[in-house]
Each structure stands twice: as C-alpha cells, then as structure tokens.
C-alpha cells in the first residue's frame, strides 16, 4: 500500500518498538499463567495490547479473567476479586479496586498500568451475563479480520487523538479503539476510512457482518460484529463525528503531519482571560460544587443533564445562553453558562390560553384578576396575555437560589449541590483547578480551524 511520505514518519514515531511489544506481550503472559495456575479461572489479554494496535508509549494492558458462568454475579465478584488480588501481591504490584459494571482491580507493575478484570466465560457474545463478557469476543474477531491494517488502526488513532476525537468516555464522546479498528477494518484501510467520513451523513449504518436486525437512532450505528444487539458507536456525539468528518476531509485535500500531532495549548493567564471575556460583551457564570463519589461514565451524564435544565430554566426566565459547559474536576465540578444578558425587566409577558377553550381562559382570568400584575388580563390575538412580575431581574440571583433544585439535576448532582454550591460571575469565574477548560471555553474552535490556524493554510 503506497502512504504519503507523512504518513510513514508517523508510523516510524507511533509504532511500538519490538523491545516494547516483547516486554508487554511477556508480562501479559506471565498474569495468563498465573491466573490459570490457581485453577479458578481462565484467562486471555484483551485491548489493543492484544490485537498488536496499541500505539508506542501507551502502557495498559487487561488480563480478562474468565469464570464458570454458573457462578452467580455475587461469587463472580468475591471470587474475582480475591483472584485479582492474589495475582497483584504476588507480582508485588500497587493496586486499587475499580468499578464498572462490576469491580475489578487495577495495578501497577513495573510501570505498567494492568486492568485484572473478572467476566464469565460465555459462548457466544449474546449469551453474556455482564457487559465485560463481551470484550473477548471483541479481541478475537479483530484478530481474525485485522489482516494487514495493524498499521491503518495505528493511523485512525492517531489522528482521532490528534483531533480530540478519541475515547469513548462520556466526557469526549467521542471514538472508542475498538470502533476504529471496526471501521478501518470495514473500509479496507486508513485512507478509504477517510473517504468514507468525508462523506458521513447522520444515520450512516454501518453493518459488517449484515447482521440487519436491530434499528438504532444514533448519529452513526455500527452494529457490533459480535453482538447484533450493540451498536458500537453508541457513545459517539454528533458533535465528535462531523469533526472526524471535517478532519477527513481536510487531510484528503492537504495531508500534513499536523493532522496527527496535538501539542497541547497553555492555559490563558487570569489577565487574558479577563480581557477575553470583556471583548466578548457576554456574560459569564460558573457554578461549582463537591464532585460526587462516583465515576465520571455516571457523574458527566447528570453534570450535562443538569446544566442544560439550568439553561432552560435561565431562558425562561428571561437569560437566553449562547453556551454551556461542563466540567468534572477531582475535587470539583463546574458548570459554566455564557449569557447574552444578565439581567432582564421587573415585568415578563405571560401567555395564557385562547379564548375559544373558554373553561381554561375563565380559569386564567379569574386567576389574574385577583393578583397584582403590570397589565392584564387583555386579549391578543384571540389569547389572554397577563403582564406579570419577573421572580428574578437578575441572573446571578436565580442561579443563588433554591429554585435551582425544582429544575430536573442529575441525582447525584443533586444531592452535592445540597451541600452547597458557589456562584461565580465574569471575570471571578477564573479558577486554576479549571483554566485548561475555561480556557477551551473561550478559544473553542474545530479541530480542522485549528490546524488551519496553526499550519497557515
């Protein structure tokens, strides 16, 4: 296959180095054995250590350890994790619990960071008892298919990491390292991918194995080679797509090196950002809060489910937003809303129902004809409008207020916030803990914007 002279300088710098892969590979079969010496279980590597995609530098490798599916999901979790920490003392590792579906234990050794994962040992991927079940089938129909395209993946990844547009956690939305072999195994390699999204619509259904049975309504389904039940794809935003589309179609008109290098932008200064906002005329608010206990695949979520009920809660009242963010910190999360007013007139217009549906408009008149108002009732238009007092004229005062906790937050959001939360405007909304994603905010712009910024073009 003939790859632009780029291309091959990125391979020469992504793949792993045979000294690498050898090191990896003997540590992945030193867990295997370990584990399958116990005589609890079996077990495989999994990931992309394992389909020989994995890109020079990344140090995870998963050790699936595969039970006896008549084990009830109880004895699965005693029974795996005790093997789990077993295998992690022997090898004198540093380890904690992790939780996804189930816990599983995470560990270090020798610099490598090794996820002993406990699953049932299923036929078939949709006979699975839990969602893990699922990832062995995953690593050896890549296997199977991969051919040739090892260094395709290693390509689609990079640029989807170069592009902000990898991983498949719910903070990026974006492509997870088993869609991207999926679709460059699909496509038939790197540059027919590319052709491919350059020309994506949404909806685009993407069926390897013509499995035809399951209808999803995501931006972009990929039905699961192994399991016709999944869409591959699920995680992946409309927003993340069309900027793999638009990173396509750049690259096809001018490839570059730019396209898969990333240098990560400094942070603005307090000052910048300051002076920033004040440009800009809009209006800035932040509200941050403890970060619940919980992982970020089920706190961002509830984080994005709670600030677009705040924003809609901010443009009834007479705030209408430009954008919202979300930001999950270790210690604390943040919610930030840019306004193109704070502050709104004492009266607001209230709209009641038409006059034709005469038992709703009497009962609406009665109603106001018995409160203070500005004006009204009147008839406009064949409708009753009531001219009534705004609760809040200011912004920062309803995002102060308790009446945050009638809109519809994210539990867990919720139940933080009950324990207070801080209210923050314009240029006070600066914090270190978040100036890389204050900083985003502010310079958003796509990914192929910048590299046209960055490369002149």
Known sequence: MTRCPCEEEVLERIRPTPEERTYIRAMGERLIEAVERSGKAKAMMVGSVARDTFVRGDRDLDIFMLFDPALSRE???????????????????????????????????????????????????????SAVDRTPFHTRYILAHIDDYADDVLLAK?????????????????????????????YGGFHPLLEAAACWRPGEVIDIEEHGTKEFED?????????????????????????????????????????FCRS???PLTREVFARLLSLRGTHLFSITFATPDYTP????????KSAESIRELLE????PANRIDVCMGKERCMLVFELMAAEAPAMRRHIGPPLSSRENAEKFLAKYVGEEVFAGPYVEDGRYVVEVARPFTR???????????????????????????????????????FSGFLSEFLERSSPLARIKRMTGR
Request: glycine share 8%; net charge negative.
């Open 219 to 259: 931006p972009l389904v990929v039905i699961d080679p192994v399991d016709p039940e999944r869409n591959v794809a699920a995680a992946l935003s409309l927003s993340r797509m069309f900027e793999f589309a638009e990173l396509a179609r750049g690259y096809l008109a001018g490839p570059s090196e730019a396209f």
């Open 75 to 129: 004895e699965l979790q005693e029974q795996g994790l005790a093997l789990a920490h077993r295998i992690a003392e022997e090898f004198g590792a540093t380890w904690r619990e992790k939780y996804a579906e189930h816990p599983y234990v995470n560990a270090t050794i020798d610099s490598l960071d090794i996820d002993l994962v406990p699953c049932y040992a299923v036929a078939s991927a949709t006979e699975i008892k």
């Open 395 to 433: 912004a920062g005062d309803l995002l102060r207020s308790k009446t945050l906790f009638e809109v519809a937050l994210g539990k867990h959001v919720y139940r933080s916030m009950k324990q207070g939360w801080t209210v923050k405007a314009g240029a006070e909304c600066w914090d270190e803990e």
């Open 264 to 266: 990560p932008s400094p």
């Open 297 to 304: 695949d089920t706190v961002v979520p509830q984080l994005r």
């Open 316 to 319: 009834r009242s007479g705030f």
């Open 158 to 186: 990079q640029f989807a990491k170069a592009g902000g547009v990898y991983g498949s956690d719910h903070m990026t939305e974006g492509f997870s390292g088993y869609l991207c072999e999926i679709l460059t195994i699909r």
